[in-house]
């Protein structure tokens, strides 16, 4: 009896022999699934209603109080816990909801998770633009948070497995321009519903369920990627829909690649788990320090407090709505940029370039508010315009770097046994700082003063450094291919763990004259990892 064995997972590079093109299926099907993006983006946005003084009058009248009191400290006018519960209470609920997201997404499908986000968010719109007190106010944006937690974790993925490799990382930045998109038209809203007194801001809040339904209504007529197809068994359907949004029947190599993913990945019962063993670690730390790294740019801070970020500054509520609005607009034109880019220059050069121009606009920010802004006084015209000018910099890079490729690289890197699980902490991760950050923003800034933005640069510079150290590029790299990134990688080679020898099918590999059993007692292999198939002799 002789025996041979043959890794399961994708066992070798077939990159090159991928057929296909960008059809029109995959160009409606990302366009449709990206929606989620923009209600996510909306629902950073319309944080701004809280800035209307009908909408503090109703809810927060302490904080209506206390915005219009001359004696008091500019930077702490609006430091109110309440308040900033009603920000981020979202992203707490997210975050739990995600792990909720990660079974349903890999047992039922992208699609099933797609659309339980679309119906969180009708919910949410619904209990919202209704909301007559604080507790259902906070439970429309709990319910929001949920559509968030499904939506985030869903939507990347799909996107990432419907796109060809060669283009994925502008398709699946289709996520995070529908997030601009979505920032933006909050702003415009805002800027317009603030003049309709006193209800305004529940058009504000409400008008969340166009893109919900949309969402909802895309999600029961998409297609679902091959990958899942394949992954829950319906091979057959699998193919046929991956000769569907690749334009031909030559999908033989992506084909393969796809189905080996799958042995592997239909062996592992605890994928949680799973991802936590050695031969995960680098995709792990990316799943991490990625979202973490995107939140601490202090980009968030910045979308959801902009209005009262610029009020403390000396803006008319008015002016303040407008700068918003402008910060909004930069950061969608900057989205294009990255799209049109990133699968040309790569992922590491946009983050780093992004990162020292992000630091720049951070210190010079703090430069002016340090000497020309104090705690009792307004800023100049001059040094207001110039705040702006510099924050909409800061935004240009934030959004050809860490905006859309903070979402991009987690969701492309996974292998597909612990992909929904690794997305699944993607979120988590983000919404966790994104709660942390919300809620501790109105706080941090009223002790941190301008040190508040030498803090976020401070970070920014960390994550400069790890993504030069630690990040490979993965530009053009085929997904279901990307575990081998890591083993030629200069630091993560020395993490990961030894491949075996591939054996061939009449022995051991070439040169190899030890015998059976002191080649398998070296290969020491994970049971998930390997099949044994024993032929009778």
Same mark, same amino acid.
């Given at each position: 009896?002789?025996?041979?064995?043959?890794?399961?997972?994708?066992?070798?590079?077939?990159?090159?022999?991928?057929?296909?093109?960008?059809?029109?299926?995959?160009?409606?099907?990302?366009?449709?699934?990206?929606?989620?993006?923009?209600?996510?983006?909306?629902?950073?946005?319309?944080?701004?209603?809280?800035?209307?003084?009908?909408?503090?009058?109703?809810?927060?009248?302490?904080?209506?109080?206390?915005?219009?009191?001359?004696?008091?400290?500019?930077?702490?006018?609006?430091?109110?816990?309440?308040?900033?519960?009603?920000?981020?209470?979202?992203?707490?609920?997210?975050?739990?909801?995600?792990?909720?997201? /990660?079974?349903?997404?890999?047992?039922?499908?992208?699609?099933?998770?797609?659309?339980?986000?679309?119906?969180?968010?009708?919910?949410?719109?619904?209990?919202?633009?209704?909301?007559?007190?604080?507790?259902?106010?906070?439970?429309?944006?709990?319910?929001?948070?949920?559509?968030?937690?499904?939506?985030?974790?869903?939507?990347?993925?799909?996107?990432?497995?419907?796109?060809?490799?060669?283009?994925?990382?502008?398709?699946?930045?289709?996520?995070?321009?529908?997030?601009?998109? *979505?920032?933006?038209?909050?702003?415009?809203?805002?800027?317009?519903?603030?003049?309709?007194?006193?209800?305004? @801001?529940?058009?504000?809040?409400?008008?969340?369920?166009?893109?919900?339904?949309?969402?909802?209504?895309?999600?029961?007529?998409?297609?679902?990627?091959?990958?899942?197809?394949?992954?829950? *068994?319906?091979?057959?359907?699998?193919?046929?829909?991956?000769?569907?949004?690749?334009?031909?029947?030559?999908?033989?190599?992506?084909?393969?690649?796809?189905?080996? /993913?799958?042995?592997?990945?239909?062996?592992?019962?605890?994928?949680?788990?799973?991802?936590?063993?050695?031969?995960?670690?680098? &995709?792990?730390?990316?799943?991490?320090?990625?979202?973490?790294?995107?939140?601490?740019?202090?980009?968030?801070?910045?979308?959801?407090?902009?209005?009262?970020?610029? &009020?403390?500054?000396?803006?008319?509520?008015?002016?303040?709505?407008?700068?918003?609005?402008?910060?909004? /607009?930069?950061?969608?034109?900057?989205?294009?940029?990255?799209?049109?880019?990133?699968?040309?220059?790569?992922?590491?050069?946009?983050?780093?370039?992004?990162?020292?121009?992000?630091?720049?606009?951070?210190?010079?920010?703090?430069?002016?508010?340090?000497?020309?802004?104090?705690?009792?006084?307004?800023?100049?015209?001059?040094?207001?315009?110039?705040?702006?000018?510099?924050?909409?910099?800061?935004?240009?890079?934030?959004?050809?770097?860490?905006?859309?490729?903070? @979402?991009?690289?987690?969701?492309?890197?996974?292998?597909?046994?612990?992909?929904?699980?690794?997305?699944?902490?993607?979120?988590?991760?983000?919404?966790?700082?994104?709660?942390?950050?919300?809620?501790?923003?109105?706080?941090?800034?009223?002790?941190?003063?301008?040190?508040?933005?030498?803090?976020?640069?401070? @970070?920014?510079?960390?994550?400069?450094?790890?993504?030069?150290?630690?990040?490979?590029?993965?530009?053009?790299?085929?997904?279901?291919?990307?575990?081998?990134?890591?083993?030629?990688?200069?630091?993560?080679?020395?993490?990961?763990?030894?491949?075996?020898?591939?054996?061939?099918?009449?022995? @051991?590999?070439?040169?190899?004259?030890?015998?059976?059993?002191?080649?398998?007692?070296?290969?020491?292999?994970?049971?998930? &990892?390997?099949?044994?198939?024993?032929?009778? &002799?």
């Amino acid at each position: 009896m002789a025996g041979s064995m043959a890794p399961l997972g994708v066992k070798k590079e077939r990159a090159a022999q991928y057929k296909g093109h960008m059809t029109f299926a995959v160009a409606m099907a990302c366009i449709v699934a990206a929606v989620g993006g923009s209600i996510f983006g909306y629902d950073i946005g319309i944080s701004g209603v809280n800035t209307m003084d009908p909408f503090l009058e109703r809810f927060f009248p302490a904080v209506f109080r206390r915005k219009n009191l001359v004696t008091l400290n500019n930077y702490c006018k609006y430091d109110n816990q309440a308040l900033s519960a009603f920000t981020s209470i979202l992203y707490l609920s997210g975050q739990v909801s995600t792990l909720a997201a /990660a079974p349903v997404t890999r047992n039922y499908g992208r699609r099933a998770s797609i659309i339980c986000g679309g119906i969180s968010f009708l919910i949410g719109a619904a209990l919202n633009a209704a909301a007559a007190n604080l507790t259902t106010l906070i439970l429309g944006r709990v319910m929001l948070g949920v559509g968030i937690g499904f939506g985030n974790q869903a939507v990347p993925l799909y996107l990432s497995e419907m796109a060809p490799a060669h283009l994925r990382g502008g398709l699946n930045m289709m996520f995070q321009l529908a997030t601009t998109l *979505g920032i933006f038209s909050a702003n415009m809203i805002n800027y317009g519903t603030q003049k309709i007194k006193p209800w305004g @801001w529940r058009l504000s809040l409400g008008l969340v369920a166009a893109p919900a339904l949309l969402m909802t209504v895309g999600g029961l007529l998409l297609p679902e990627t091959p990958n899942s197809l394949i992954e829950r *068994g319906h091979v057959e359907e699998g193919r046929r829909v991956l000769e569907l949004i690749r334009g031909t029947t030559d999908v033989d190599a992506e084909f393969t690649d796809m189905t080996e /993913a799958s042995e592997l990945a239909n062996t592992i019962k605890h994928p949680f788990r799973n991802i936590l063993e050695r031969r995960n670690r680098p &995709q792990l730390v990316m799943a991490v320090c990625m979202p973490a790294f995107q939140i601490l740019t202090g980009i968030n801070s910045i979308l959801f407090y902009a209005p009262v970020l610029f &009020q403390s500054m000396g803006f008319g509520a008015s002016w303040s709505l407008y700068s918003s609005m402008l910060t909004g /607009a930069v950061l969608l034109f900057s989205t294009l940029i990255s799209i049109a880019t990133v699968d040309r220059l790569g992922r590491r050069k946009l983050l780093i370039s992004g990162g020292i121009q992000m630091i720049v606009c951070q210190l010079i920010v703090a430069a002016i508010l340090g000497v020309k802004f104090g705690s009792d006084k307004h800023l100049s015209r001059g040094c207001s315009v110039a705040v702006v000018f510099v924050i909409c910099l800061f935004m240009l890079a934030f959004g050809w770097s860490w905006g859309p490729l903070g @979402w991009t690289v987690p969701s492309e890197i996974f292998p597909l046994e612990t992909r929904s699980a690794g997305q699944s902490i993607t979120v988590a991760v983000n919404l966790f700082f994104t709660f942390v950050i919300a809620q501790a923003f109105l706080s941090l800034l009223c002790v941190f003063k301008y040190a508040i933005f030498i803090f976020f640069a401070g @970070w920014i510079a960390i994550m400069t450094a790890f993504v030069y150290v630690f990040l490979p590029e993965t530009k053009g790299v085929p997904i279901e291919e990307m575990v081998l990134l890591w083993s030629k990688h200069r630091f993560w080679k020395n993490i990961m763990p030894a491949m075996p020898t591939m054996p061939l099918e009449d022995g @051991w590999g070439p040169g190899d004259d030890r015998g059976d059993s002191a080649v398998a007692a070296d290969c020491s292999i994970h049971k998930s &990892q390997v099949k044994i198939i024993v032929d009778e &002799q």
